[in-house]
């Protein structure tokens, strides 16, 4: 287990630190995350949840930080999409199993500003970015020969692999949190639990039983 020795102010391990921004404290525990883990420490699990209330969750990866909040990116008409239309709370969940550690968040969704969206969808991979436009994300598929038919149409309306555009449907969604809660896994399930909560204009701190 990756734990340090001795407690921060909180009685906590020392991995925690007295951080007064919680944002300061995940960049820390992500880049410690980014040293052990084998693949895809930004990989996040989303739950949005429908206008019925049914909740809904999966796999993305986190594309931007900062104290406006978390950044991952969609095609605005899939599942997770339009329930964040109709819906705008999220919430988020990072696991890192090499350090025994998580972190989630929840809050407001808000769509990044155009800019933001074509800076990051430019530094895709050219193939990731005909993938955006050929993709009818989360619609019924008669077959996958269809999918990679509109792939090839793509492919040739955009030769120019420098110069693909950003289809209007797909940008990122922002997560203004809320709450972030910083979990540590401890032998016999005495786990350590800091939360976050956003007050009045300010971050306040508790800790939580496991």
């Not at 899939?78 to 969940?93: E, F, I, T, V």
């Not at 350090?99 to 990044?112: A, D």
């Amino acid at each position: 287990m990756n734990q340090n020795n001795g407690h921060n102010s909180l009685g906590l391990d020392l991995c925690f630190q007295d951080e007064a921004n919680p944002i300061v404290l995940f960049k820390k525990w992500f880049a410690d995350a980014e040293k052990s883990e084998i693949n895809d420490p930004n990989a996040l699990s989303v739950a949005t949840s429908n206008l019925k209330g049914v909740p809904s969750v999966r796999m993305v990866l986190l594309k931007g930080l900062s104290d406006k909040g978390f950044v991952f990116y969609t095609n605005l008409n899939s599942k997770k999409g339009n329930d964040l239309k109709n819906n705008p709370n999220a919430s988020m969940c990072f696991h890192w199993k090499s350090i025994r550690r998580q972190v989630r968040v929840s809050g407001k969704v808000s769509i990044v500003d155009n800019e933001e969206a074509d800076k990051y969808f430019s530094s895709r991979d050219y193939g990731s970015r005909i993938a955006a436009w050929a993709s009818s994300q989360s619609e019924k598929m008669e077959s996958r020969n269809d999918f990679l038919k509109k792939i090839k149409e793509f492919e040739k309306k955009y030769p120019d692999k420098k110069n693909v555009p950003r289809p209007s449907h797909w940008s990122g969604w922002r997560v203004k949190p809320q709450e972030i809660e910083f979990w540590l896994e401890v032998k016999n399930r005495t786990h350590q639990r800091l939360n976050y909560v956003f007050k009045e204009g300010s971050w306040v701190k508790e800790i939580l039983y496991p």
